[in-house]
């Protein structure tokens, strides 16, 4: 499967970003989910959602301000990110694994190309 990431853009703080995800095949995976990586610093997990129950699990940072969801006709899956803080600019990625966790980049075996956030102050 190949996943293909989109809607990343320049905004300000406080402002909202919509990222999608697509895949060019049925997400027959337990997990897909959000990463992102800043300048300098590793790649840190975001959000994942389940496949099996709609079970989303977030980073602390941006638990109350982004939210995860999937399209499961579409193949899509989806960040939504409100009140968005300069501490958010990063590449965000989406991917797709059996781990329902987002604790560790190898956990996902398919990754898309990356989207660039930036949020100004």
């Known amino acids: 499967v190949q996943l293909q990431a989109s809607g990343g853009g320049l905004v300000q703080a406080g402002g909202s970003l919509r990222l999608s995800c697509a895949a060019t095949?049925?997400?027959?995976?337990?997990?897909t989910a959000w990463f992102r990586q800043a300048p300098g610093k590793a790649r840190e997990g975001v959000a994942c959602i389940s496949s099996e129950d709609g079970s989303t699990y977030y980073k602390d940072a941006v638990l109350g301000r982004f939210t995860i969801s999937r399209d499961n006709i579409k193949n899509m899956v989806y960040l939504q990110m409100n009140m968005l803080k300069p501490e958010d600019t990063a590449t965000y990625y989406c991917?797709?694994?059996?781990?329902?966790?987002?604790?560790?980049?190898?956990?996902?075996?398919?990754w898309g190309q990356g989207t660039q956030v930036t949020v100004s102050s």
């Open positions: 095949a049925t997400l027959n995976y337990r997990s």
């Open positions: 991917a797709a694994g059996q781990v329902i966790d987002i604790a560790s980049p190898s956990f996902y075996a398919y």
